[in-house]
């Protein structure tokens, strides 16, 4: 058959007709489940599969269109009938009037949705629908009670996160802000949103005040305001009532579950919720400055909620989180024992067993399987839990974003960053971890300008600074550079930040001493630990030790190397997981002239947490391998290791650059194959 007939033959057998029509119905149904489906609560791959199958029908139909007939003997192959006995321009004539029809339908909805916005799927996320929950005023005049205005804030901003109609901004974003701005247009142009709620709470004895107003920042109009004065034993319901008028106001549509989310009290009892405001208050400033002692009186305050609530859901889950937050980031080991493991998993199931749709409390169960068990499955599946529960959780999406990091998927893992920054646009962290994963793909100059940006947001986050220098180190070996990344973080900052946080920007730049061989300078700044404490003194005597080792001293560092063996060892006794403890060994081991025991308590920790299973801190891991077994006098093996971590997403710890000017490398500086793998250029890195 030529070109010509062949499209005649499909006109003739109306083929084309049957592609618009099936296009325009296809259209009206992913209309009608993206609408529909989620007010019913049926899961979004519900949608996904209707998308799918539509799609794959489309060939189908196409293939039936040409291969079957009306005749007037019923529906026949089309190579058994006549064509003078084919009822084709019938059905043509139907064809017609119907796609006509649905035309006329599809345009009547177009221009129904574009007069009545808020009916419109794509617009539920959209400007319209967006809110920022800003600082509540503390009128009380005892200023101790700012965790009382800050606890109110934050639960309307929490149950107005639980409403998909709406995009609410993270209260991280939302607290670097004052109460009642004055440009408030440049305040939601850079928190992207339309509408901003201004509020002031006043307490005074068992009476309590809210006064609450609804604006419209891009126009500065008032939308609605109001003010409630309840007694204190009331104060729970103010917080549903305002976040119900904001929801009405805003027309934003809710879920039956939804509504019944908005209307639910955390607990009965007043004294145990005013308990755990300062609990909540108290776990904001730790997470802020990642030390142990916010962190001990949030967890005391949340135990008293609950000896006066045992069935206060909110207050186990938040408990949980504290207790994750402090072993993930201030307690200096990567491994909790069993009866850690097993208290917080306890508070988490009670949680849910209370309240089995608490959003925090499967958030907590995230975190719980991500950070104690490794178990990204089983974390995926509640972080998407917590999504359906409350979209507006930028959490979820940070915590997807790490866990896809981790297991390699980088591309994910940058969208599920760029997600959370939508919610959370002035949180610096998340700028952070996207220049981190940038650093790891060897994405240099897109990691300088996320890390730069990081350091626009808050010029004294110390681990933007940190990302920055390594960026210049790896990429290009930069020194001056990377020193200059740590000018915004003045010495001074440093009583209003977390020690670790200060001992990672400690680690970083005496590290540029190392690599310039200033030994003397580097030995100075770990002369005073960032605190006194039994870890901080375990940490100042490792950093020493390694140090004097890199600068051919290890005779002399032989005593404190003995210390440092005896602590180490008797950590792991403890916490025989402990990787972090087993790379610590591994080099007081060298120092000693131990090299098997080094080699061996080295791939023990690699082993532990290979690549296949943290991308991450497994590269960290095979490089400290690496760098034990070129001390040790396996420059073969050392070799090999990097030859396979320069190609894979491991340039937070290997790069052309960094192995021209690591002293870590000294001992194979000289060796042919070494030589061989720094001459060449840096190979493409392949992920995905």
């Not at 920054?421 to 060897?442: F, K, N, W």
């Not at 051919?552 to 792991?572: F, I, S, W, Y």
Request: proline share 5%; net charge neutral.
């Amino acid at each position: 058959m030529n070109p010509k007939n062949f499209f005649a033959e499909l006109k003739r057998r109306n083929v084309y007709k049957v592609a618009i029509a099936y296009a325009i119905v296809a259209w009206l149904l992913m209309q009608i489940a993206s609408q529909i489906f989620p007010f019913f609560e049926i899961p979004n791959w519900a949608v996904r599969l209707v998308v799918l199958l539509l799609v794959i029908g489309f060939p189908v139909a196409m293939i039936l269109a040409w291969a079957f007939e009306l005749t007037p003997e019923g529906i026949k192959r089309a190579e058994d009938v006549d064509v003078s006995k084919s009822l084709t321009r019938k059905p043509g004539r139907k064809l017609d009037f119907f796609i006509i029809a649905v035309l006329l339908l599809v345009i009547g909805i177009l221009v129904f949705q574009r007069l009545h916005p808020n009916v419109s799927p794509a617009v539920s996320s959209s400007l319209e629908k967006s809110i920022a929950v800003l600082p509540f005023d503390n009128l009380s005049r005892d200023p101790d009670n700012a965790y009382f205005s800050d606890g109110i804030q934050d639960e309307i901003l929490t149950k107005l996160a639980g409403i998909g109609d709406l995009k609410v901004i993270s209260r991280k974003s939302t607290a670097k802000y004052k109460s009642t701005p004055e440009d408030l247009k440049t305040v939601a142009r850079e928190l992207g949103v339309a509408n901003v709620l201004e509020g002031s709470v006043q307490k005074a004895g068992d009476k309590v005040r809210v006064n609450v107003q609804l604006l419209d920042a891009r126009i500065d109009t008032h939308l609605w305001a109001k003010s409630y004065d309840r007694d204190l034993k009331d104060v729970l319901t103010v917080e549903s009532e305002v976040a119900q008028e904001i929801a009405d106001t805003l027309r934003a549509k809710l879920s039956p579950s939804q509504s019944d989310a908005l209307a639910t009290a955390p607990t009965r009892d007043t004294e145990a919720y005013n308990l755990f405001l300062k609990g909540e208050y108290e776990e904001h400033q730790a997470e802020s400055a990642l030390i142990a002692e916010p962190f001990d009186r949030a967890q005391t305050f949340y135990r008293q909620a609950l000896a006066r609530d045992p069935n206060f859901a909110l207050a186990y889950a938040r408990l949980a989180y504290s207790e994750l937050n402090l072993f993930w980031f201030v307690t200096p080991s990567s491994y909790l024992t069993s009866a850690e493991q097993a208290e917080i998993k306890a508070n988490i199931d009670r949680a849910l067993a209370i309240a089995p749709a608490s959003p925090d409390a499967h958030l907590a169960l995230a975190v719980f399987h991500y950070w104690g068990y490794y178990d990204y499955d089983a974390a995926l599946r509640e972080l998407d839990r917590v999504l359906e529960l409350q979209p507006s959780n930028a959490n979820a999406h940070t915590y997807r974003a790490a866990i896809y990091h981790r297991r390699g998927e980088w591309q994910r893992s940058l969208a599920e960053d760029e997600r959370a920054a939508e919610l959370d646009p002035r949180d610096p962290v998340i700028p952070t971890e996207i220049g981190a994963t940038y650093i790891g793909i060897r994405r240099w100059s897109d990691a300088e300008r996320a890390l730069t940006h990081a350091l626009a947001l808050d010029p004294h986050h110390v681990p933007a600074a940190v990302f920055l220098a390594r960026t210049y180190v790896n990429s290009a070996g930069d020194i001056g550079r990377a020193r200059r990344a740590f000018d915004s973080v003045p010495a001074e900052s440093k009583s209003s930040v977390a020690g670790s946080t200060i001992a990672l920007m400690i680690d970083e730049r005496v590290y540029l001493d190392v690599i310039e061989k200033h030994f003397a300078d580097a030995f100075k700044a770990w002369d005073s630990p960032s605190s006194n404490t039994p870890e901080a003194r375990l940490r100042q005597l490792e950093a020493r030790v390694g140090i004097q080792v890199l600068a051919g001293q290890g005779a002399v560092a032989k005593p404190k190397c003995e210390q440092a063996r005896t602590l180490l060892e008797a950590r792991l006794t403890q916490r025989p997981g402990d990787w972090a403890s087993l790379i610590a060994l591994a080099r007081t081991y060298v120092c000693l002239g131990r090299n098997a025991d080094a080699v061996r308590v080295a791939r023990q920790a690699a082993d532990s947490l290979p690549v296949e299973k943290d991308a991450f801190t497994g590269a960290s891991l095979l490089a400290a391998l690496a760098e034990i077994e070129a001390r040790t006098g396996q420059a073969k093996e050392a070799i090999k290791i990097l030859r396979r971590l320069i190609t894979a997403p491991a340039g937070q710890v290997v790069s052309v650059a960094r192995l021209k000017t690591d002293p870590v490398w000294d001992p194979i500086r000289n060796d042919p194959d070494f030589q061989k793998l720094i001459s060449e250029p840096e190979p493409e890195t392949v992920y995905k």
